[in-house]
């Protein structure tokens, strides 16, 4: 579901039901525009500033500690992917961060406000797309995005929004007569239509066909080379790995692994060497640390790749032997993600 930022009146029903903290004050709102993601890319200064900076957040639900004292920082322009499993406190950290949840400690700065007080101003810069959308389904894709950028004081022209999200074939079409992801697609282009510094993606390709998830992917790159920082929530452990320039593992609300999604849990450099070996070899007489290991294929996780491939492929050389299927291969972004949440 879209949220969109200057028209208070027809925020996302969903994040202002019972229990939401959501408010559009714009009281204390003194810092003015953020810079356009251009003007990172020429001042030093504004390079160093953070999109996002969180210190020390912490969120209470009775004496349910969801989000207990996490800090991390995201770069302007940076695809950042924030995983984690069920009630790991991700949807929580969100929603303070796009300032519809009130935080009981830490700081939080978000394109330089504090979301709890950044009002309007802040509002104009954020772009949100959740999972369900609540469109007027009798509107036309061109009128709703019309409706969308009225709400914005410099919005992407339409024409724009419909072709970055793939959508210019819709344009007259009846938004009830879309597919799935096309409609997920009009979710992503109410998202963009106010021409956001800071674009916050609910699970954006959950039920999405693999052609459509393709699709999403490609939109998010596209995101990404104008320059728009992107926070991502996710399941899926290829997508993070794809769309992402850095992840964090959120488990029982705290960060339990942050970092590039091909570094994630690889800093020991540990990858599984694993080949076939003929029956009437004598395994006892492989080199270190194959030797005597039973198994078809032999298959052993090993630290220090190069010299190890170097012994073993020496030895398989000097006995004539051929090592059918040798393979390296490092844990994937998902045996990583299992290995620290428990989930495996
Ligand atoms: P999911 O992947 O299922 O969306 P999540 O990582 O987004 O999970 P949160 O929705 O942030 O997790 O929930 C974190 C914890 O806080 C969970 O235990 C959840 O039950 C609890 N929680 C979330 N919102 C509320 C609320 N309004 N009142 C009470 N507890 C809540």
Redesign the pocket.
């Known amino acids: 579901m879209l949220v969109p930022v200057e028209a208070d009146q027809v925020v996302a029903p969903a994040l202002w039901d019972e229990?939401s903290e959501a408010h559009g004050s714009t009281i204390g709102d003194g810092g003015g525009r953020f810079p356009a993601p251009g003007v990172f890319r020429r001042s030093p200064s504004l390079l160093r500033m953070a999109a996002i900076e969180i210190d020390g957040l912490v969120k209470r639900?009775g004496s349910?500690e969801?989000v207990a004292g996490i800090s991390l920082r995201v770069a302007p322009g940076e695809v950042f992917a924030l995983l984690?499993p069920?009630?790991?406190?991700?949807?929580?950290t969100v929603e303070i961060l796009e300032g519809h949840r009130r935080r009981d400690a830490g700081s939080v700065r978000v394109l330089g406000h504090d979301p709890e007080t950044g009002g309007r101003r802040f509002r104009e810069r954020i772009g949100i797309v959740l999972q369900s959308s609540g469109i007027d389904g009798a509107l036309s894709v061109r009128e709703t995005v019309d409706l969308y950028a009225a709400a914005y004081p410099a919005p992407r022209a339409a024409g724009e929004v419909l072709e970055i999200a793939g959508l210019s074939d819709k344009s007259n079409a009846r938004v009830t007569t879309l597919s799935g992801g096309q409609r997920r697609r009009l979710d992503l282009a109410l998202g963009i239509v106010g021409n956001p510094d800071l674009l916050f993606l609910d699970e954006p390709t959950t039920g999405f066909d693999p052609s459509a998830r393709r699709r999403a992917w490609d939109l998010v790159d596209r995101l990404r080379d104008l320059g728009t920082t992107i926070l991502l929530t996710t399941h899926y452990m290829d997508e993070a790995q794809h769309l992402a320039d850095r992840v964090a593992v959120?488990a029982g609300g705290v960060i339990v692994a942050e970092g590039a999604p091909g570094d994630l849990g690889s800093g020991d450099a540990a990858a599984t060497v694993s080949f076939r070996l003929p029956g009437h070899v004598d395994r006892t007489s492989l080199p270190t640390p194959f030797a005597g290991v039973a198994g078809d294929p032999v298959s052993v996780r090993v630290e220090d790749v190069t010299a190890v491939l170097h012994a073993l492929t020496g030895w398989a050389v000097a006995h004539g032997i051929d090592l059918e299927g040798l393979t390296v291969t490092r844990p994937t972004l998902e045996d990583v993600y299992l290995e620290l949440t428990d989930d495996g």
Do not use: E, F, Q, V
């Open positions: 229990g639900y349910l969801a984690g069920n009630g790991a406190g991700k949807t929580t959120m």
